[in-house]
């Protein structure tokens, strides 16, 4: 595998990527059409790795070496294996696999970190659907060692093995999932989510009991509330819109506390509030 990867979106999933890809020796190009967004996250990865650094997790030069080999750009370009990572939105998905499928080389593998949305339909977009996969990274990227590998209807055995092949270059474990609305990790996460988030409607308990009583009864590392304002509460929301609409199963109805949240702009801890107060 040439070292040499394109990943679009400068988000949260994207700076994560673009941060274990280049610590792995990868050259990595980071792309978003917003310079400040570029900006944000270079010295996020900056942060993160200097964390990681003080725990120890990674040598200080290591640290630096990374940092050099990431670059910025507003477009892609051609690259072994191209990463979307932008938001949980089809139609902006579809017009970046298109211009992925123009820029990245004949040869590139293209991959998609959607953490719901079917890998056919973003295939269908581009020239070469044998070539395109899925893979769901975890949040946070740095710190969560699993994959999510998708097989698109077409997707070859050989970009499969490519993916995989990454992933274990990165020091992550990769599971299949077959190509259904969710996948596995977001087919049984979100409704989970979601009852959580009615229970608060109903008064049934508050997000500190019911997140306290998944913690502590149930073992669980961080209650379904607080999980939903880390992953960001339109994210669950566009997750369980694209799990009821591609199902047609009405249990994965999105609460509609879930849809007021986001409409007042309580997404979680990218705005300070969310079921909890950040």
Same mark, same amino acid.
């Given at each position: 595998?040439? &070292?040499?990867?394109?990943?679009? !979106?400068?988000?949260?999933? !994207?700076? !994560?990527?673009?941060?274990?890809?280049?610590?792995?020796?990868?050259?990595? $190009? #980071?792309?978003?059409?917003?310079?400040?967004?570029?900006?944000? /996250?270079?010295? =996020?990865?900056?942060?993160?790795?200097?964390?990681?650094?003080?725990?120890?997790?990674?040598?200080? @030069?290591?640290?630096? /070496?990374?940092?050099?080999?990431?670059?910025?750009?507003?477009?892609?370009?051609?690259?072994?294996?191209?990463?979307?990572?932008?938001?949980?939105?089809?139609?902006?998905?579809?017009?970046?696999?298109? !211009?992925? &499928?123009?820029?990245? =080389? @004949? +040869?590139?593998?293209?991959?998609?970190? $959607?953490?719901?949305?079917?890998? $056919?339909?973003?295939?269908?977009?581009?020239?070469?659907? @044998?070539?395109?996969?899925?893979?769901?990274?975890?949040?946070?990227?740095?710190?969560?060692?699993?994959?999510?590998?998708?097989?698109?209807?077409?997707?070859?055995?050989?970009?499969?093995?490519?993916?995989?092949?990454?992933?274990?270059?990165?020091?992550?474990?990769?599971?299949?999932?077959?190509?259904?609305?969710?996948?596995?990790?977001?087919?049984?996460?979100?409704?989970?989510?979601?009852?959580?988030?009615?229970?608060?409607?109903?008064?049934?308990? $508050?997000?500190?009991?019911? @997140?306290?009583?998944?913690?502590? =009864?149930?073992?669980?590392?961080?209650?379904?509330?607080?999980?939903?304002?880390?992953? +960001? #509460?339109?994210?669950?929301?566009?997750?369980?819109?694209? #799990?009821?609409? +591609? #199902?047609?199963?009405?249990?994965?109805?999105?609460?509609?506390?879930?849809?007021?949240?986001?409409?007042?702009?309580?997404?979680?801890?990218?705005?300070?509030?969310?079921?909890?107060?950040?």
């Amino acid at each position: 595998m040439s &070292d040499a990867i394109c990943v679009v !979106g400068a988000g949260q999933m !994207g700076s !994560g990527i673009a941060q274990v890809a280049a610590v792995a020796g990868f050259d990595v $190009t #980071l792309v978003d059409v917003e310079p400040k967004q570029l900006a944000r /996250a270079m010295s =996020g990865i900056e942060a993160s790795l200097a964390k990681l650094v003080e725990k120890g997790k990674v040598d200080a @030069d290591d640290a630096g /070496a990374a940092l050099g080999r990431i670059a910025t750009a507003a477009e892609p370009g051609p690259a072994a294996i191209a990463i979307e990572a932008a938001t949980e939105d089809i139609d902006l998905k579809l017009r970046i696999f298109a !211009g992925l &499928d123009r820029a990245a =080389g @004949d +040869g590139a593998v293209l991959a998609s970190n $959607t953490s719901s949305i079917p890998i $056919t339909r973003l295939a269908a977009a581009t020239s070469r659907p @044998d070539r395109v996969v899925g893979m769901h990274f975890m949040n946070p990227v740095p710190l969560m060692p699993l994959v999510e590998l998708i097989r698109g209807h077409e997707t070859s055995s050989a970009s499969m093995e490519t993916a995989a092949d990454l992933c274990a270059r990165l020091g992550k474990t990769s599971v299949e999932a077959a190509d259904y609305p969710g996948f596995i990790a977001n087919r049984v996460l979100m409704p989970m989510i979601n009852e959580a988030i009615f229970a608060v409607k109903e008064g049934v308990g $508050t997000p500190e009991a019911i @997140d306290t009583v998944m913690k502590l =009864g149930m073992n669980h590392p961080m209650g379904p509330l607080a999980l939903a304002d880390l992953i +960001g #509460l339109d994210t669950c929301l566009s997750i369980l819109e694209v #799990l009821h609409d +591609g #199902l047609g199963d009405p249990k994965y109805r999105p609460c509609p506390l879930l849809r007021k949240y986001v409409a007042a702009g309580w997404l979680g801890r990218k705005t300070k509030r969310g079921f909890h107060a950040y």
